[in-house]
């Protein structure tokens, strides 16, 4: 290969691990790996001080193209001198292409070969972003890395439209290239491929003839599993060369990057460390503590005692709780700030592990606490009461049968039908669609959003409403997502009331949300926001007219429905 623009230096690999550590130098400063990079869209990291990055050790920020291709626009940055001086940043920038923004935008984009035509959300006009306009953009932005436009699709799409966007970002990313011409600003490939490994493959090895400096594996942690994310990474980071960069896009919580260190992975990003920060949840060396929660209303602890960043070294629990159940942006600021200096310094004790040969051992150790939830004070769940004291087999036409060997099954006793009681997300067939559903649009937050309103029209022993559910709290917790409103219209819960009264043999129910809907007829999350679900109970053509809609998405249409349905979204 050609030499990287970013003299790439690997200093040293882990013991039985594929983790490494380096140094590169980009246009302005020299960068060591492994590391995060603070999300700054639109040139700035939320409720963050450029001042505070630097002091917690924010090496590279990412801002995104598509955004400040719209406002401020290109010659604004071609006026100011580049991104830089413009929000006095002196570390180094990378810009994103906008090929994810574009990809969830899909009702108000198309996509054809010159690139993607989408309508400006600043002032209605349509504009074509091509490779050479994204790269025009980048180069007025004068970030130190820039990224090929590609096209970005679900990682669970089928082969044919995953092979369809690898070629047609193999073709961009030569064009992006031919844009470039000879600006000093570096430049990385996108490997794509969704989770086929094959065409994984096929579109390192064709982006490897090219002259990037290094390499991105895109196409993750939009829509897959945590297993098929770690698996699909660690099969692209082994095709990649040694002597560029790897990086990994949007990915992810702080135990996503530790994983993907292991697997190879160099450079990471995400808007993690700030969007929890706003809800008062943080990473910390006891696991993740939520400090709205009522225990530290009267600590004067720090958040963090092992943290050196200026929140935890002056800032009490106490104080920390009242600024976030209060919503002053203060809160938001130091909270975020806490997290951000997290994971930098998870970065630091990875990368001194790996130069002292002693990764594997750090990587045990930090795996069981990254998966931590508040050490000092675990939430613990209100044992609810007992829905049928009896613990009978039968309720109303509904009956609990246990045959010996075989999983327990509920019986509808008149049809003789068996009522499903999986609620295994990774099998449910509407897991994709809803996740599709769930992303918010480009140009909203989670507060601006149209909430996602879905009726469940065969509530059964609410399978489908908790699959729903558990679909919402994976994706929220890979980053923002669209409020969700599940609202289960039913004559008849004698299902769900015999499931829950022997919930031993139906793993699922364990959630909590079953039992509260039921007695309460309303359920609402404590800890991921914007999530609610609403029990009616009455005959179809009665209660329709009761229920929040139109609904976008619809679980279970009964065999008869009195009234129609209407899909129609109300945004």
Not at 308 to 327: E, F, I
Not at 386 to 395: A, K, N, Q, T
């Amino acid at each position: 290969m050609s030499p990287s623009r970013l003299d790439f230096r690997l200093e040293a690999r882990a013991s039985g691990s594929r983790a490494r550590a380096a140094t590169f130098r980009t246009l302005h400063t020299t960068v060591r790996t492994p590391l995060f990079m603070p999300v700054g869209t639109q040139a700035t990291v939320k409720a963050q001080l450029p001042e505070s990055l630097h002091e917690s050790g924010s090496q590279i920020l990412l801002a995104n193209t598509y955004h400040l291709l719209l406002r401020p626009g290109p010659e604004v940055f071609q006026k100011m001198g580049g991104i830089h001086p413009f929000m006095q940043w002196p570390g180094s920038v990378l810009t994103d292409s906008g090929g994810y923004q574009i990809f969830s935008l899909p009702h108000s984009r198309s996509m054809r070969e010159e690139g993607a035509v989408f309508q400006s959300y600043v002032d209605g006009r349509r504009i074509l972003l091509s490779p050479e306009l994204s790269i025009e953009t980048q180069m007025a932005i004068g970030s130190d890395i820039m990224m090929v436009l590609d096209q970005c699709i679900p990682s669970t799409a089928d082969e044919k439209a995953a092979r369809a966007a690898l070629q047609i970002t193999q073709r961009w990313a030569v064009r992006s290239l031919a844009a470039r011409k000879d600006s000093p600003q570096s430049m990385f490939g996108i490997v794509q491929g969704a989770l086929y490994p094959h065409l994984r493959q096929e579109s390192a090895e064709g982006l490897m003839q090219l002259p990037f400096d290094g390499f991105a594996i895109g196409g993750l942690a939009v829509g897959e599993a945590k297993q098929e994310r770690e698996d699909t990474c660690e099969v692209t980071a082994a095709l990649l060369p040694e002597d560029r960069p790897r990086y990994l896009m949007g990915v992810g919580t702080p135990l996503d990057v530790l994983e993907a260190v292991h697997r190879g992975v160099d450079m990471f990003d995400c808007i993690i460390p700030t969007q929890v920060a706003k809800h008062g949840t943080a990473f910390t060396s006891r696991g993740m503590v939520q400090i709205r929660r009522t225990v530290h209303k009267f600590s004067d602890r720090p958040l963090d005692p092992a943290c050196t960043c200026s929140a935890c070294q002056k800032y009490s629990r106490a104080y920390l709780h009242h600024l976030v159940k209060t919503q002053e942006p203060l809160g938001w600021q130091l909270m975020g700030q806490h997290n951000i200096h997290f994971y930098h310094q998870l970065m630091r004790e990875i990368r001194q592990s790996i130069l002292e040969d002693c990764f594997l051992k750090l990587y045990e150790e930090k795996r069981q606490i990254l998966q931590a939830e508040d050490l000092d004070f675990p939430v613990t769940q209100e044992r609810p009461p007992v829905i049928s004291p009896d613990h009978g087999h039968r309720i109303g036409d509904y009956e609990l049968q246990l045959d010996p060997g075989k999983p327990a099954r509920i019986v509808h006793v008149t049809s003789g039908k068996t009522v499903p009681t999986e609620a295994d997300i990774h099998q449910w067939p509407q897991a994709a669609q809803l996740a599709l559903h769930l992303r918010l649009p480009a140009d909203q937050s989670p507060e601006e959003a149209t909430p996602l309103i879905i009726w469940d029209l065969d509530l059964g022993a609410a399978d489908s409403a908790l699959a729903a559910i558990l679909v919402y709290e994976e994706e929220s917790s890979k980053g923002p997502v669209r409020p969700m409103h599940l609202v289960s219209l039913t004559e008849d819960v004698s299902a769900l009331r015999l499931a829950l009264s022997h919930k031993r043999y139906f793993a699922y129910l364990r959630h909590g949300a079953a039992d509260t809907v039921l007695r309460r007829g309303h359920w609402k999350s404590r800890y991921r926001e914007g999530l609610s679900w609403t029990l009616l109970q009455g005959p179809l053509a009665a209660i329709q007219a009761q229920a929040p809609g139109p609904a976008e998405m619809i679980l279970g249409l009964p065999e008869t429905i009195s009234e129609p349905i209407s899909t129609t979204a109300s945004a």
